[in-house]
């Protein structure tokens, strides 16, 4: 038996609940982990609460994060011992995720945790650390230099946000961030940003082009700020999609696309080939400062997790979110 959160929905209702679980119902997989931590993601929040489709299936475990060692394995890959961790896949959507002290899953999703991170250090970056770095790469590939100019960093209070502006800060970026919240102003710029602007500059409609200003950009929001982002993006800028926290539309115009030869990359995190995280990894651990995470995370109880998804979904926690799992 062990300890998770369990997520059910019947006649009774939606309700999450601390649970013992049988070792016995664990899905299907050929790698059994003894989890350490996981985290408190968005996506968690959303299924915590039920205030998003988020869960597929019932009962389910959510956490889409998640470290640990190896317990048992029939996968050539990993043997009992191995500290490897996860991000994504559908885990906590489809398949019992991290929020449990054991989990159990395909090998393939799995990454090998770097020398260079302990075990907290890795659920202080997670998935959102993770999509920042995607989101990173993206940028570079394009041929994006600290020359060509600033770059902007959209909720820059929260987990991918944060990741970001420390990222880009370190490889030499002048960055500039937006964020709802001003007294996280000295939180942000210590993480690396230049200047901190008032969201609300950017959630209003805006004009099909306005003034070009971004190099580029790295976006959560979505909806009427990308549409804004874009159109003040300089010729043939580039901005990287990876969230939708104000809204899954885009009332944007072809504009910025056509006749600045602006790229909108969309990152994906969940389904991401493994090759690509493996690097993405790697270079968390050689560009992000570990010593960041320390501001960057805060660690609580399994049993703190539940009511601390409602904080989250109110947006009263900042940066990321490190659950032990074990107390």
Request: proline fraction near 6%.
């Amino acid at each position: 038996m062990f300890k998770g959160i369990l997520i059910s929905k019947d006649e009774a209702g939606y309700r999450a609940a601390i649970e013992e679980i049988n070792e016995a119902q664990l899905p299907e997989g050929d790698v059994t982990i003894r989890v350490s931590h996981s985290t408190l993601n968005y996506k968690d929040g959303l299924a915590i609460t039920g205030k998003g489709p988020v869960v597929r299936r019932f009962p389910m475990v959510p956490g889409i994060d998640l470290v640990g060692e190896v317990e048992e394995s029939s996968h050539a890959d990993y043997k009992p011992g191995d500290k490897v961790l996860l991000n994504g896949w559908g885990v906590g959507e489809t398949h019992w995720g991290g929020l449990a002290q054991k989990a159990r899953l395909k090998g393939d999703w799995l990454v090998p945790l770097p020398a260079a991170f302990t075990p907290q250090q890795a659920m202080a970056i997670g998935t959102a650390g993770y999509t920042a770095m995607l989101c990173v790469m993206a940028l570079e590939r394009h041929g994006l230099r600290p020359q060509d100019g600033e770059v902007l960093v959209t909720g820059a209070a929260g987990g991918v946000g944060g990741v970001a502006v420390a990222l880009l800060a370190k490889l030499g970026f002048t960055v500039i961030a937006t964020s709802g919240r001003p007294e996280e102003t000295n939180y942000i710029k210590g993480l690396g940003a230049t200047d901190v602007l008032p969201r609300a500059d950017f959630t209003s409609p805006g004009k099909p082009l306005g003034k070009e200003r971004w190099a580029a950009a790295i976006d959560v929001v979505g909806s009427h700020t990308l549409a804004n982002i874009c159109a003040t993006t300089k010729y043939r800028g580039i901005v990287a999609a990876c969230g939708l926290a104000g809204g899954m539309d885009l009332p944007a115009s072809v504009a910025p696309f056509i006749l600045r030869n602006v790229t909108l990359q969309g990152i994906d995190s969940v389904m991401c080939p493994r090759a690509e995280r493996i690097e993405a990894w790697q270079r968390l651990a050689r560009d992000l400062d570990p010593a960041i995470l320390t501001t960057l995370a805060t660690e609580i109880s399994l049993a703190e997790a539940i009511p601390s998804a409602e904080k989250l979904m109110a947006g009263q926690l900042r940066g990321r979110v490190i659950v032990d799992v074990n107390r």
